[in-house]
């Protein structure tokens, strides 16, 4: 487990920098290695093809880059965060789409004119081809999960669905693997090719199954989770407490979140990211969530000894990152749940709390937190009221004027994505370096 001082570190490199650093190391290797292979064993049988196959080689690297990205490996998200490789994920998905098609068009385009021939029936006649239609059938799951990730589209359609045909992508994974195999001029052209390809897919498979498969069963059957009491906090928000064997071996840090499944009470496919509420303390685990949707609704009437399945820890927003002695606090509405938490963990004195909500009836563990703040001799400012009446809190001049010394602070955000997204164009707009802002955003898609 990582240490979970708040401690400043001085004199060593951030960790978010350390993890991009990593990141942009790994692209630009392989993309070294990628152009080699592409000038000694790229040409095809004429220049069309020859193009076309420097989309698909770089179609490959985007491909494998993808699983790392979504591998949810701990290192790389306790430093960058879910929410952020996520979305980096999505752009370059974008990017492998039209990379992919562009290495189709060409395939057929060059194709076509060596037989001199149309396109269209050079396409039928190249599906006549085993490796051909392999990558035909990985190129048209590409162009299906790219269509339901646009935004327009992905917006209409439920979290399950969106997901299901996201899976997808693992055959299509499959697939490109097996057309590559084919496409021996460039993936066995030589004894380092060869190598270099196996070396690369593997990685990333195993990357992916380590953690997303490998790690979440054995934690479940190492740890065996738990329900020992649900606590309604309102009408509408429920906490709920989980123990386990061996708590105190579990990595997890204040601010952190995991992906909780209940499969004795909701079908197994219904899962829910929700922040720890609580700083972990080694013995229980405790989510607060508010009823946004059937799976959260229904956690109120979770029955105490009911098993859970829980992925993670996850998240950047821990003190890993500290790196000012004060710091601030931001949250809206249930986003007030990690917050609570990493006050567990604040030094005394120098914190403030900034939380927003319509109403005072409508701030979760508002009693909590009170304490907390109070404790440490920090400052608590509920702003109630509803957006675009009277001043907004968030705008640059009212950020100053409640914490005069924000320049000097860590910032903390996490709430609703209008209110995050607002914080941060403010604090941009303050000139706070980007190194003290830690932002955490709701969702997985």
């Given at each position: 487990?990582?240490?979970?001082?708040?401690?400043?570190?001085?004199?060593?490199?951030?960790p978010?920098?350390?993890a991009?650093?990593?990141?942009?190391?790994?692209?630009?290797?392989?993309l070294?290695?990628?152009?080699?292979?592409?000038?000694t064993?790229?040409?095809?049988k004429?220049?069309v093809?020859?193009?076309?196959?420097?989309?698909?080689?770089?179609?490959?690297?985007?491909?494998?880059?993808?699983?790392?990205?979504?591998?949810?490996?701990?290192?790389l998200?306790?430093?960058?965060?879910?929410?952020r490789?996520?979305v980096?994920?999505?752009?370059?998905g974008?990017?492998?789409?039209?990379?992919?098609?562009?290495?189709?068009?060409?395939v057929?385009?060059?194709?076509?004119?060596?037989?001199?021939?149309?396109?269209?029936?050079?396409?039928?006649?190249?599906a006549?081809?085993p490796?051909?239609?392999?990558?035909?059938?990985?190129a048209?799951?590409v162009v299906?999960?790219?269509a339901?990730?646009?935004?327009?589209?992905?917006?209409?359609?439920r979290?399950e669905?969106?997901?299901?045909?996201?899976?997808?992508l693992?055959?299509?994974l499959?697939?490109?693997?097996?057309?590559?195999?084919?496409?021996?001029?460039?993936f066995?052209?030589?004894?380092?090719?060869?190598?270099?390809?196996?070396?690369?897919?593997?990685?990333?498979?195993?990357?992916?199954?380590?953690?997303?498969?490998?790690?979440?069963?054995?934690?479940?059957?190492?740890?065996?989770f738990?329900?020992?009491?649900?606590?309604?906090?309102?009408?509408d928000?429920?906490s709920?407490?989980?123990?386990?064997?061996?708590?105190d071996?579990?990595?997890?840090?204040?601010?952190?979140?995991?992906?909780?499944?209940?499969?004795?009470?909701?079908?197994?496919?219904?899962a829910n990211?929700?922040?720890?509420?609580a700083?972990?303390?080694g013995?229980?685990?405790?989510?607060?969530?508010?009823?946004?949707?059937?799976?959260?609704?229904?956690?109120?009437?979770?029955?105490?000894?009911?098993?859970?399945?829980?992925?993670?820890p996850?998240?950047?927003?821990?003190?890993?990152?500290r790196?000012?002695?004060?710091?601030?606090?931001?949250?809206?509405?249930?986003?007030?749940?990690?917050?609570?938490?990493l006050?567990?963990?604040?030094p005394?004195?120098?914190?403030?709390?900034?939380?927003?909500?319509?109403?005072?009836a409508?701030?979760?563990?508002?009693?909590?937190?009170?304490?907390?703040?109070?404790g440490?001799?920090?400052?608590?400012?509920?702003?109630?009221?509803?957006?675009?009446?009277?001043?907004?809190?968030?705008?640059?001049e009212?950020?100053?004027?409640l914490?005069?010394?924000?320049?000097?602070?860590?910032?903390?955000?996490?709430?609703?994505?209008?209110?995050?997204?607002?914080?941060?164009?403010?604090?941009?707009?303050?000139?706070?370096?980007?190194?003290?802002?830690?932002?955490?955003?709701?969702?997985?898609?």
């Amino acid at each position: 487990m990582e240490a979970t001082t708040t401690q400043v570190r001085q004199g060593t490199i951030p960790p978010v920098v350390a993890a991009r650093w990593a990141l942009w190391t790994f692209v630009i290797v392989n993309l070294v290695i990628v152009e080699a292979l592409f000038l000694t064993a790229g040409t095809g049988k004429n220049g069309v093809l020859t193009v076309a196959k420097f989309f698909g080689l770089h179609a490959s690297v985007l491909m494998l880059f993808q699983l790392l990205l979504v591998a949810r490996l701990p290192w790389l998200d306790r430093r960058i965060g879910m929410d952020r490789l996520t979305v980096w994920h999505r752009w370059v998905g974008f990017t492998l789409l039209w990379t992919i098609l562009t290495h189709a068009v060409l395939v057929v385009l060059g194709y076509a004119q060596l037989s001199n021939t149309s396109m269209t029936k050079t396409f039928f006649s190249l599906a006549g081809v085993p490796a051909s239609l392999l990558g035909m059938g990985a190129a048209a799951i590409v162009v299906a999960i790219g269509a339901v990730s646009a935004r327009q589209v992905r917006q209409r359609l439920r979290y399950e669905t969106w997901h299901g045909v996201h899976l997808l992508l693992y055959i299509a994974l499959g697939l490109a693997f097996v057309h590559q195999l084919q496409e021996t001029t460039t993936f066995t052209s030589s004894a380092f090719a060869k190598t270099y390809w196996w070396a690369l897919w593997l990685f990333a498979f195993g990357a992916l199954i380590t953690g997303r498969i490998v790690m979440p069963l054995r934690r479940n059957a190492y740890h065996r989770f738990e329900v020992v009491n649900v606590v309604a906090e309102s009408d509408d928000v429920v906490s709920v407490y989980v123990t386990g064997r061996h708590l105190d071996k579990l990595p997890a840090m204040a601010g952190q979140f995991c992906i909780w499944r209940f499969p004795g009470h909701n079908h197994w496919w219904l899962a829910n990211p929700f922040s720890l509420s609580a700083a972990p303390d080694g013995r229980t685990l405790r989510l607060t969530a508010k009823a946004a949707g059937s799976a959260s609704a229904g956690l109120r009437h979770l029955p105490v000894g009911t098993r859970a399945f829980v992925e993670g820890p996850y998240g950047a927003f821990t003190s890993l990152h500290r790196t000012r002695p004060g710091t601030l606090l931001i949250a809206g509405g249930v986003g007030i749940t990690p917050v609570r938490a990493l006050l567990e963990e604040e030094p005394a004195g120098d914190v403030v709390v900034l939380y927003r909500v319509r109403s005072e009836a409508d701030a979760v563990l508002l009693d909590e937190v009170r304490n907390l703040v109070t404790g440490l001799g920090g400052q608590l400012h509920l702003l109630t009221g509803r957006t675009g009446e009277g001043s907004p809190p968030f705008e640059p001049e009212n950020l100053r004027a409640l914490v005069p010394d924000i320049m000097e602070r860590d910032v903390y955000v996490c709430g609703p994505p209008a209110m995050t997204s607002a914080v941060l164009t403010s604090l941009r707009g303050l000139q706070v370096p980007p190194l003290q802002v830690h932002a955490e955003r709701f969702g997985l898609a």
